[in-house]
């Protein structure tokens, strides 16, 4: 399940990345990544924060995930079956899995805070370096979403003004180059929600400057044409189903995801 690669890339090792994003791209090779949690040892140490050994209770960790802004659910990915692949209340999940040896990972904010549980030790996972912040751009136009019902994506505007010919000419022209090049340098993200529904949003990662670059080359245009487009910007994104080099999907964490301009 692909919503795994937002620990994997974030958090391991570059030299075992490849080997585990491959492992979770494949479901019948998932087991393998879950037998190795309970001495995993591919997380890269400059992203540990050991816990003291007087806070290594429930409460304790809880109260320290939450001074790093982890919301109230976490996603978790666990040895124990029960767990596995659930979204929980921090504080069960804890109550579960700390202190009982279960090999697990609770994500709390995707690809910047998570705890770990092994058979000997707990810590937490914190990527919050300058030159690698866990915030995510997306462009969108006022009105909603069919599916996410959320703002809709610059994307869909742009098909949907050159389908009702809302744009036409050399600005048609220009729009239609640039969706070409997207297609040819932006991956397809291969799912939008977690079960039937399709309620996944698209963010671009801060890193992703080229890109970000030609979409506002297409807001440009779709404005020209009326078509007014904001950027809003956030470090929750939400529940992570999709993650490529430029990209991520994610369900809100709650109905909608709060802007910060």
């Known amino acids: 399940m692909q919503i795994e690669h937002s620990l994997i890339g974030p958090f391991v090792k570059r ?5 585990y994003r491959e492992i979770l ?15 995993f040892q591919g997380f890269d140490p400059k992203y540990r924060l050991p816990i003291p050994s007087e806070k290594l209770f429930v409460e304790n960790i809880a109260v320290e995930l939450w001074k790093r802004r982890s919301p109230k659910s976490v996603y978790a990915i666990s040895e124990d079956p029960t767990i596995d692949q659930k979204v929980l209340p921090l504080v069960e999940a804890l109550r579960h899995v700390a202190g009982r040896g ?3 990972v609770l994500s709390c904010i995707p690809g910047c805070l998570a705890f770990v549980e092994t058979e000997d030790e707990r810590f937490i996972l914190e990527r919050l370096d300058a030159g690698e912040k866990c915030e995510y ?16 994506g610059i994307f869909q505007a742009a098909i949907q003004a050159l389908e ?13 180059e640039l969706r070409k090049w997207f297609n040819e340098n932006l991956e397809r993200p291969t ?3 977690r ?11 801060t890193g992703a400057t080229e890109h970000i670059s ?11 044409n009326g078509i007014y487009v904001k950027k809003i910007r956030t470090g929750r994104p939400g529940y992570v189903i999709y993650e490529d080099e430029w990209q991520l999907v994610a369900e809100p964490f709650r109905k909608g995801t709060m802007p910060r301009r």
């Open 164 to 176: 009702c010919q809302a744009i036409s000419g050399s600005d048609a022209d220009e729009l239609g």
């Open 25 to 39: 791209s494949d479901p019948s090779r998932r087991h393998q990544f879950i037998h190795e949690l309970a001495h």
């Open 137 to 152: 751009i997306r462009f969108v136009v006022g009105r909603k979403d069919e599916n996410s019902q959320v703002e809709q």
């Open 191 to 193: 799912s939008f929600g």
């Open 195 to 205: 079960d039937k529904l399709s309620l996944g949003i698209c963010w671009f990662k």
């Open 102 to 104: 279960i090999g697990t």
């Open 15 to 19: 030299s075992k990345r490849g080997r």
């Open 214 to 224: 030609r979409i506002r080359q297409m807001a440009n245009l779709l404005e020209r």
